[in-house]
Nanobody, 125 residues
Framework: QVQLVESGGGLVQAGGSLTLSCAAS????????VGWFRQVPGKEREFVAG????????LYTDSVKGRFTISNHNAKNTVALQMNSLKPEDTAVYYC??????????????????WGQGTQVTVSV
């Protein structure tokens, strides 16, 4: 079973950039679908971006298109989320999630069965 650990969160000013990393351990990550989600208190977990490590197919929610880029680094067993032009509304706990059975990234969090512990991203005005 794969275990996931996120890193790279922090505090950044609006307009700045951060890169989140999702590192997998336990087995190879190369056939998994990986998604990034975010959650703020009192709200549901929201899909941000996803990638198929098998095909490279990516998917983004509309609010981050053109600003965020998801990429895989299979040799390092990691998936990165490059976040540019950050806005205060991007503030949230960011989670990576993985699924080993599906072929394309999914937007529903209940379709992912492996989750990391989350990393806080705070964007100040």
């Amino acid at each position: 079973q794969v275990q996931l650990v996120e890193s790279g969160g922090g505090l950044v000013q609006a307009g700045g950039s951060l890169t989140l990393s999702c590192a997998a351990s336990g087995r190879t990550f190369t056939t998994y679908v990986v998604g990034w989600f975010r959650q703020v208190p009192g709200k549901e977990r929201e899909f941000v971006a996803g990638i198929s490590n098998r095909s490279g197919t990516t998917l983004y929610t509309d609010s981050v298109k053109g600003r965020f880029t998801i990429s895989n680094h299979n040799a390092k067993n990691t998936v990165a989320l490059q976040m540019n032009s950050l806005k205060p509304e991007d503030t949230a706990v960011y989670y990576c999630a993985a699924d080993q059975y599906r072929l394309s990234p999914m937007t529903r969090p209940d379709l992912y069965d492996i989750w990391g512990q989350g990393t806080q991203v705070t964007v100040s005005v």
